[in-house]
């Protein structure tokens, strides 16, 4: 699967994605590094057909209202250890890559993933 991990995150996570056979880039990636804005790294997602990994709910409003970024996991665990965040990624990745062929938008909280189903495109607007 391939992900872009947003500016909030630690790079580490991508560089565990990595190691862990996906395709992944941090926001330090991108020309504008970890100032590019929210509208640039969904654009450059749906491009590459990533998933966006962040914990900026402000991706969770434009996905529901826009589409845009198409794919999202939201880490919700609020504040948390690196070390943590990793546990929980190597725990739940399996699940996270298999929820993504059914939904468009997950959310990673402590002790659950959530799957919300696929966003209803052909919504009038």
């Known amino acids: 699967m391939r992900f872009l991990v947003d500016a909030q995150l630690p790079q580490?996570?991508?560089?565990?994605?990595?190691?862990?056979?996906?395709?992944?880039?941090?926001?330090?990636?991108?020309?504008?590094?970890?100032?590019t804005s929210d509208?640039?790294?969904?654009?450059?997602?749906?491009?590459?057909?990533?998933v966006v990994v962040t914990k900026d709910r402000d991706f969770r409003d434009s996905h529901l209202l826009s589409g845009s970024p198409r794919r999202l996991l939201v880490v919700t665990t609020g504040n948390t250890t690196n070390n943590a965040l990793r546990g929980l990624f190597?725990?739940?990745?399996?699940?996270?890559?298999?929820?993504f062929d059914e939904a468009d938008y997950v959310e990673l909280a402590p002790r659950a993933l959530i799957v919300h189903g696929k966003r209803d495109d052909e919504t009038p607007g």
């Open 12 to 35: 580490r996570l991508s560089r565990l994605l990595v190691r862990t056979g996906h395709d992944a880039i941090h926001t330090t990636n991108l020309v504008d590094g970890n100032r």
């Open 39 to 50: 509208a640039r790294v969904a654009q450059r997602a749906d491009a590459d057909h990533r």
């Open 90 to 99: 190597e725990s739940y990745l399996d699940s996270i890559v298999a929820a």
